[in-house]
């Protein structure tokens, strides 16, 4: 890995990938509208830009990990944005799920600097981003795809190329309609279970290893049975991406029944003032509909 490589966002997932660029030997370069964020990737021997400008001089390869299409917007095309410096023959690397048309739109805004990008967002929550073993599904043309390879396995394990610009995007989508649904489905019967009586514990660890089992039943329905609502990704941002989903499927027309239901849900929670709460807590929608409370016997947490 011989280029220079910056990156921007260091929230849950973003400070974890920049980490482990830096333990892959990347000279990195780093910048958040959080400052103090920065304060840890710095001790560990990255640099600190003032601004997305003065990261992109210094930035061949240049990642990008923040919350929404107008997060984006802002931190390529702004007064002090990626593109008032950056230097032809740079590569962006969008790590963000953000609507697959706007990718396209700013993909074709960068090329006319001279700039390539890729849409390669991200999934396997904050534990994956610590440990280097994300799922990464990458849009964009397959030369570049190849350049970003190195950098790219130094925070993923799972790599893939699955098409043109805003492919990944809309993969991802495709992974955040099954991440949703199968939260519900482990909600249900995390219900079912704590009415039957059973241990719940045991339950799960007695079905997670056979056709039921899942990243998402053994990782945060496991949370979610010990109550411990700590976010991977948190329902304001789950509830982001459903509006994307939803909105893509209004265009194609397609009905998404079980996904439109987790997005009502997550609503009721979100006016609840839990946005900030892991995307698991959906469990707490279902307790306040069944009247039962998941671990009650051992926890009082409403």
Same mark, same amino acid.
């Given at each position: 890995?011989?280029?220079?490589? %910056?990156?921007?966002?260091? %929230?849950?997932?973003? =400070?974890?990938?920049?980490?482990?660029?830096?333990?892959?030997?990347?000279?990195?370069?780093?910048?958040?509208?959080?400052?103090?964020?920065?304060?840890?990737?710095?001790?560990?021997?990255?640099?600190?830009?003032?601004?997305?400008?003065?990261?992109?001089?210094?930035?061949?390869?240049? +990642?990008?990990?923040?919350?929404?299409?107008?997060?984006?917007?802002?931190?390529? +095309?702004?007064?002090?944005?990626?593109?008032?410096?950056?230097?032809?023959?740079?590569?962006?690397?969008?790590?963000?799920?953000?609507?697959?048309?706007?990718? =396209?739109?700013?993909?074709? =805004?960068?090329?006319?600097? @001279?700039?390539?990008?890729?849409?390669?967002?991200?999934? @396997?929550?904050?534990?994956?981003?610590?440990?280097?073993?994300?799922?990464?599904?990458?849009?964009?043309?397959?030369?570049?795809?190849?350049?970003?390879?190195?950098?790219?396995?130094?925070?993923?394990?799972?790599?893939? &190329?699955? %098409?043109? &610009? %805003?492919?990944?995007?809309?993969?991802?989508?495709?992974?955040?309609?099954?991440?949703?649904?199968?939260?519900?489905?482990?909600?249900?019967?995390?219900?079912?279970?704590?009415?039957? @009586?059973?241990?719940?514990?045991?339950?799960?660890?007695?079905?997670?290893?056979?056709?039921?089992?899942?990243?998402?039943?053994?990782?945060?329905?496991?949370?979610?049975?010990?109550?411990?609502?700590?976010?991977?990704?948190?329902?304001?941002?789950?509830?982001?991406?459903?509006?994307?989903?939803?909105?893509?499927?209004?265009? +194609?027309?397609?009905?998404?029944?079980?996904?439109?239901?987790?997005?009502?849900?997550?609503?009721?929670?979100?006016?609840?003032?839990?946005?900030?709460?892991?995307? &698991?807590?959906?469990?707490?929608?279902?307790?306040?509909?069944?009247?039962?409370?998941?671990?009650?016997?051992?926890?009082?947490?409403?």
């Amino acid at each position: 890995m011989n280029e220079s490589v %910056g990156f921007v966002g260091l %929230g849950i997932m973003g =400070r974890g990938m920049a980490r482990n660029l830096l333990r892959a030997g990347c000279a990195l370069t780093v910048w958040n509208r959080t400052a103090s964020r920065m304060d840890p990737l710095v001790a560990a021997s990255a640099v600190a830009a003032s601004s997305c400008a003065e990261l992109a001089t210094k930035s061949t390869v240049i +990642f990008l990990c923040v919350s929404d299409t107008l997060d984006v917007e802002q931190v390529l +095309f702004s007064d002090e944005g990626v593109a008032t410096g950056v230097q032809p023959g740079a590569l962006v690397i969008d790590c963000s799920t953000i609507s697959p048309a706007a990718t =396209r739109d700013m993909s074709d =805004r960068l090329a006319a600097l @001279g700039v390539e990008m890729l849409d390669a967002p991200i999934s @396997g929550g904050s534990e994956g981003a610590a440990r280097g073993t994300l799922s990464i599904m990458v849009g964009g043309k397959a030369s570049q795809f190849e350049r970003a390879l190195p950098y790219l396995r130094a925070v993923g394990q799972t790599v893939t &190329h699955v %098409g043109g &610009h %805003g492919a990944g995007q809309s993969v991802k989508l495709v992974n955040q309609i099954l991440v949703v649904g199968t939260m519900l489905a482990v909600s249900e019967a995390l219900i079912f279970a704590e009415a039957g @009586g059973l241990d719940v514990a045991k339950a799960l660890a007695a079905v997670e290893q056979g056709a039921a089992g899942s990243w998402m039943l053994s990782n945060r329905g496991t949370q979610a049975a010990k109550r411990d609502w700590r976010p991977g990704f948190t329902i304001d941002l789950q509830q982001k991406d459903l509006r994307l989903v939803l909105e893509a499927a209004d265009q +194609f027309g397609v009905p998404l029944p079980s996904t439109h239901l987790c997005f009502q849900l997550y609503r009721t929670l979100q006016a609840r003032n839990l946005g900030h709460e892991g995307n &698991h807590a959906l469990l707490k929608a279902l307790e306040h509909l069944s009247g039962i409370t998941v671990g009650s016997r051992a926890s009082s947490d409403p």
